[in-house]
């Protein structure tokens, strides 16, 4: 049984076009590409502003790209900020369709646009090249800000890679001045659903900016911990910063591990004046649950992420719903307000517009 090879398979195939024959082609594929992109762009933007990945199961429209789309973060971030910006000002898609400008071209130019400075950038911007749009840009920005107003000098970087931690004298770690702009970071609230973080044993460097009242943070914990291997190793110093940090934030929200142990006893009665939930029904829910939203889409998917967590009501509490086991459940912040507004309880999502 013989299958018909996709279209692009065909193309690379047909080795007898002439030069014109196959420029002509790619000059077609490229005009479709942009069309493409700027359609893209369009039902992205839209699918972000409704919010629509909340029912699918997502805590944000990046998570849901990422999961269905196969993006990388990185490259799903891009595209919603373009996409945004799109929203806002619907004449971009069609010089993107026209070629004029780029998706990193339209990135660049997001922070910088608005009702004032549009009709110059449709005017100026479009075909410039990357380094010419960069320089673009900045001469904009100072134009716009006063100079009291420009931004300070870049901080310091602090290098926390735990190779060089090791391998290096206390004060390499000290700053060193930053000459090209951090890249703006994917949606941080993404996590793959249900999926546990890899465990490796390699070594990953961490870049972070840091001011001067940090390093004196540093240099005292350093101080107090020489003689252990926090105090030679700021990894070290740091993975024993965040534990103790977690295991005081754990034990705030929902107690001690001694009070998790014991929290198979009796549920509380439903009580109609609200009041905290007792610290050994949460426990009970956060294990019960995982420490992750439970929340699942209408085709399976179960949310799994561990960012922003809020106790959820099964039967609402304004309606009567007791702050049981079996009435609470973990939901991150956004599908507990979701749920609140299929209740008609929380403040309903922007009025989507329906089409004419």
């Known amino acids: ?55 699918a199961g997502f805590t944000s429209t990046t998570a849901y790209a990422v999961y269905h789309f196969g993006w990388s973060e990185a490259s799903s971030w891009k595209r919603i900020q373009a996409a945004r910006l799109c929203v806002r000002f619907p004449v971009l898609l069609g010089v993107i369709a026209d070629g004029g400008l780029h998706l ?46 420009l931004p300070p000098s870049p901080p310091f970087q602090l290098d926390l890679s735990v190779v060089a931690a090791v391998n290096a004298e206390t004060d390499r770690y000290c700053a060193a001045p930053v000459t090209q702009p951090a890249p703006e970071p994917p949606d941080p609230r993404w996590r793959r659903p249900l999926l546990p973080p890899p465990r490796s044993s390699t070594t990953h460097p961490l870049g972070v900016k840091v001011d001067a009242a940090f390093e004196g943070t540093l240099a005292r914990a350093r101080a107090l911990l020489a003689h252990t291997d ?31 142990s014991r929290a198979g006893g009796s549920t509380p009665k439903a009580r109609r004046e609200r009041q905290t939930v007792p610290v050994v029904v949460r426990n009970e829910v956060f ?37 049981t086991v079996e009435n609470l459940t973990l939901h991150c ?24």
């Open 1 to 55: 049984m013989s299958v018909q090879a996709p279209t692009f398979t065909r193309v690379h195939l047909r080795k007898r076009l002439s030069d014109s024959e196959l420029t002509g082609e790619l000059a077609s594929c490229a005009r479709r590409e942009r069309a493409a992109l700027a359609a893209l762009l369009g039902y992205l933007g839209q699918f972000d502003e409704r919010k629509v990945y909340a029912a």
């Open 104 to 149: 990193s071209g339209v990135c660049m130019l997001a922070p910088i646009t608005n009702e004032e400075t549009l009709p110059r950038i449709l005017v100026d911007a479009p075909g410039l090249k990357r380094w010419e749009l960069q320089m673009y840009v900045d001469a904009l920005r100072r134009e716009l800000m006063p100079p009291e107003t």
């Open 230 to 260: 926090a105090g030679r190793d700021d990894a070290v110093l740091l993975k024993r910063a965040l534990e103790l940090l977690i295991e005081t934030e754990e034990r705030r929200r929902f107690g001690s591990k001694s009070s998790r």
């Open 287 to 323: 294990v019960r649950d995982g420490g992750r939203c439970t929340f699942t889409s209408d085709d399976g998917h179960v949310c799994g992420s561990d960012y922003l967590l809020q106790l959820h009501h099964r039967v609402p509490w304004a309606k009567g719903g007791a702050d």
């Open 333 to 356: 912040a956004t599908h507990n307000q979701l749920e609140a507004e299929r209740e008609g309880l929380g403040r309903p999502r922007r009025q989507v517009r329906r089409a004419t």
